[in-house]
């Protein structure tokens, strides 16, 4: 099992060094969850919050009710809060996954979502984790990506999105989705970009030897 609550501790605190409050990004985590879409993001937020504390971030893994969650390929990952205990949220990561399908119709989680809409700044998803913020309503009318394999069937959940077929992942402002699987490292060095510039996001990329080279 990975406990990320033995990583960095929930946060919701001033910083007394800075005299600023803690912000806080939450990464979702739910039953059938693809792991890269949320360890990859995790990867690389939870390093920068690490190394760079002074920027005052810190990153949270979030379930529904608290409880370890089993990934798509059996990975057993625990959150450090709830929905209901987590701290306000200045980033949410929605991952994807075979799990994203019942998700879809889960009139509860949609309504969840759609309140976070209402107050989180930045609203992220990563490859399916799109196809349930189409099902809520959130991507009426924007560009939007997702996994390959999954195009038609964000174009079938809300007609009016903009396909960005080809995108590694699209920031449309407000709301940022990201393609399949290993984009949401991509996505996330971006959030890193967004929020803290590209010299810190270059630091963070170092720090985790990201710097793809396929073999094949």
């Avoid at 174009?155 to 984009?183: H, N, Q």
């Amino acid at each position: 099992m990975v406990d990320a609550g033995a990583h960095r501790a929930h946060d919701d605190f001033m910083d007394h060094t800075t005299g600023q409050k803690t912000k806080n990004i939450g990464i979702l985590l739910f039953d059938g969850m693809e792991e890269l879409d949320a360890v990859g993001p995790w990867e690389v937020l939870a390093a920068w919050a690490d190394q760079f504390p002074e920027d005052g971030w810190a990153v949270q893994l979030i379930s529904r009710d608290g409880e370890p969650v089993r990934c798509a390929k059996g990975m057993v990952i625990s959150p450090m809060c709830s929905i209901d205990t987590a701290p306000d949220l200045e980033v949410l990561v929605h991952p994807g996954g075979d799990g994203t399908l019942p998700l879809m119709s889960d009139q509860a989680h949609l309504e969840w979502l759609r309140g976070q809409r209402a107050k989180v700044p930045l609203m992220t998803s990563v490859c399916t984790g799109s196809l349930v913020y189409a099902a809520a309503g959130l991507l009426e009318g924007r560009p939007a990506t997702t996994w390959w394999g999954a195009l038609d069937t964000l174009a079938e959940t809300d007609p009016t999105i903009e396909l960005r077929t080809s995108d590694r992942f699209v920031d449309d402002g407000d709301v940022v989705t990201a393609s399949g699987v290993s984009a949401g490292i991509d996505m996330a060095l971006h959030l890193v970009v967004r929020l803290a510039g590209e010299s810190r996001a270059k630091d963070v990329r170092r720090y985790i030897q990201y710097d793809p080279q396929p073999p094949v």
